[in-house]
């Protein structure tokens, strides 16, 4: 069993950068392929990034938003850059054990979750 901690959501501007972390405990974090998945009100949850053996991005998010692991202290990180209102939403840390799966963007295939953290970026 994986247990995922979401923190460092916040209040932003438009323009304005936060970072999240997940911190990871119960199994073997290096082996494990993590992601972000965001979920805004009225609408369903949408895969953001993910990291494994490669790195993904949502194209809604590419070139703003970098996600990165450090294995040792069992964390994963996102880096939210150039931050717009359309970003509001609770982000999500999610994690499964297929490090190598072809499937990286579709939230049922991920089975260990966070309990999300609120972003909220002002116009």
Known sequence: QVQLVE????????????????????????SLRM?????APG???EFVGA???SVWYAESVKGRFTISRD???????????????????????T???NYYSSYVRRADE??????GTQVTVSS
Do not use: H
Request: aromatic residues 14%.
């Open 110 to 115: 991920y089975d260990y979750w966070g309990q």
């Open 35 to 39: 992601a972000w998945f965001r979920q």
């Open 95 to 97: 994690a499964n054990n």
């Open 71 to 93: 294995d040792a202290k069992n964390t994963l990180y996102l880096q939210m850059d150039s931050l717009k209102p359309e970003d509001t939403a609770v982000y999500f840390c």
């Open 43 to 45: 609408k369903e949850r």
């Open 7 to 30: 923190s460092g959501g916040g209040l932003v501007q438009a323009g304005g950068s936060l970072r999240l972390s997940c911190a990871a405990s119960g199994s073997t974090f290096s």
């Open 51 to 53: 990291i494994s053996w």
